[in-house]
């Protein structure tokens, strides 16, 4: 007869207990799952917002200054029609991809950006700004937006 040893294996006791502890362990990790999805989506949303506005203050930078546009009336930005010399602020709609589009329409993924500005009182001043990005585009309450500042050297 061979001899019997129980001290060789697990109880079911400790076996059940081991389980116990993993479950909880994967529940807790499960649950942490949606935070993850969803502050990723934040952070793809935001990275694109500011690729688009970095996108619209090269095509401000790109009208020609008051000393190089004399005589020729090019005061728009050539993508997004963006009036530099504008008193009031520029509103437009892009999609994710920064093309324009039209507000009607506009798609819950796309973004609306609001360009603010400040022509300086003289001649030899930068002009100022800011350009908000945020999204929803069709929204009343945007989710996020991005806010860049901008200044434009037109002398």
Known sequence: MKNYRPDKGFSLVEVVLALGVASFALLAIIGMLPVGVNTQQDSMRETIATNIGTAIINDLNQVPGESEGKGTGNTKSSLYQIEVNATEREECFVDENGKLIAP?????TDYKVVVN???P???RSATC????ISWPATAAKPLGSVTLFVSLDRN
């Open 104 to 108: 009607s329409t506009a798609r819950p």
């Open 117 to 119: 500005l400040i022509r």
């Open 121 to 123: 009182a003289s001649g």
């Open 129 to 132: 700004g800011t350009v908000d």
